[in-house]
């Protein structure tokens, strides 16, 4: 079901497709996932050792896009 809905996007398939996956209770493991990259990510940039601001941008970038809620 979920593959058949990513296969025809549209709106009301994506309130469809939302449902299937909180009932999947996947979520939760896609946030832990993305956390992981986003932590990884993060030490990356320490490693860089970039010039303000630019390390301070990036980790804002990475943050807000792990903290994105559907």
């Known amino acids: 079901a ?6 025809t996007p549209g709106e ?5 497709l939302l449902g ?4 999947l209770a996947i979520r939760p493991k896609a946030q832990a996932l993305a956390q992981a990259a986003a ?3 993060l030490r990356a940039l320490t490693v860089l050792q970039l010039q ?3 390390g ?5 970038l ?7 809620a559907v």
């Open 62 to 68: 990475v943050q807000f896009v792990v903290a994105r």
């Open 39 to 41: 932590d990884e990510a």
């Open 2 to 7: 979920v593959a058949t809905l990513l296969a």
């Open 56 to 60: 301070q941008r990036f980790e804002q």
């Open 12 to 16: 009301a398939d994506t309130a469809e």
């Open 20 to 23: 299937l996956l909180e009932a």
């Open 52 to 54: 303000p601001p630019w």
